[in-house]
């Protein structure tokens, strides 16, 4: 059966009754080539296994069926599921199971379903819980990689650098835990119903161990969320909010000065390093202060 082919989708949705969600931002995939490509280059084989999010009419997980040696399928629409059953009712290797992405205790999830094997997550994501679910992946810190649809501005912050327009706290949040990297773009004309805005895929590879050096990760982000919150203060005003109560703001100019860096600079100008040595000396000094 082509999942991907506009009359079969029609045809299967309309036999089950199946109407589209707009609140659950439910697309679904019409070029072949797509979820072909997404499993191609996911990194799942016949050694390993696939978590996929948010299957829809079963195209990507029909794929992934073929190059991993298990599937499982997390699905938070019920009225999927004799749609699903229907769609992959000859993928022997495949589980659909019911939850939600940002309640899945995903570590106990893979054990159950994968036992030891390596597992590589796959989703094509809703946009309005693109942010939270790929963190949600991510903090998981169970899979060999995680590969994502998502709208192309998200890709593009994702895999920004530091200065550039879309560099953004969430870049460093991802660029901090993986390795990202766009794989390839999506047109709009390739989904129904057609959104707004195109879509591009993200393959994200988590490192055994954070690429820099940070005593004291909640610090880190916090100055991170802080260094964005408004993009257009200095670093010296925007740490205020964090460290403002403690150094003092002479004491935040001593701080980002001592990182070798002028404290009328924006934390947009910072890139991951820079961050994780702001986040070292301010945690020195911090800890100084309270043995005094």
């Not at 963190?135 to 501005?153: G, H, I, N, P, Y």
């Not at 703001?249 to 961050?275: H, M, T, Y």
């Amino acid at each position: 059966m082509d999942l991907c082919n506009r009359t079969v989708i029609r045809e299967v949705l309309t036999r089950h009754g199946f109407h589209f969600s707009k609140s659950l931002g439910q697309n679904f995939l019409t070029a072949a080539w797509v979820p072909e490509r997404i499993a191609a280059e996911c990194g799942a084989d016949a050694g390993s296994a696939a978590l996929e999010v948010g299957p829809g009419m079963g195209c990507l997980t029909q794929q992934l069926s073929r190059q991993a040696a298990r599937v499982c399928a997390i699905e938070i629409d019920r009225a999927l599921f004799p749609v699903l059953e229907e769609t992959l009712s000859d993928c022997d290797n495949v589980e659909i199971v019911q939850g939600d992405v940002l309640k899945t205790d995903f570590a106990a999830l893979c054990a159950e379903q994968f036992g030891a094997m390596p597992v590589h997550a796959c989703a094509n994501l809703p946009y309005y819980i693109t942010t939270p679910a790929i963190s949600a992946l991510l903090d998981s810190r169970v899979f060999s990689s995680v590969t994502v649809m998502v709208q192309k501005e998200v890709a593009q912050r994702i895999c920004s650098s530091a200065g550039s327009k879309d560099y953004s706290a969430f870049s460093v949040y991802v660029q901090y835990y993986a390795d990202a990297q766009i794989l390839f773009d999506v047109p709009r004309s390739c989904f129904v119903p057609q959104p707004k805005v195109d879509s591009a895929v993200v393959r994200m590879v988590p490192y055994p161990a954070p690429p820099v050096e940070v005593a004291d990760e909640a610090l880190f982000f916090s100055l991170v969320k802080a260094a964005f919150g408004q993009r257009r203060k200095t670093l010296a005003n925007a740490l205020g909010t964090v460290l403002g109560g403690t150094l003092g703001k002479e004491g935040i100019v001593q701080l980002i000065e001592a990182c070798g860096f002028d404290a009328r600079i924006r934390g947009e100008r910072l890139s991951l390093e820079d961050f994780a040595c702001l986040s070292r000396t301010a945690r020195r000094r911090l800890d100084a202060l309270k043995g005094q």
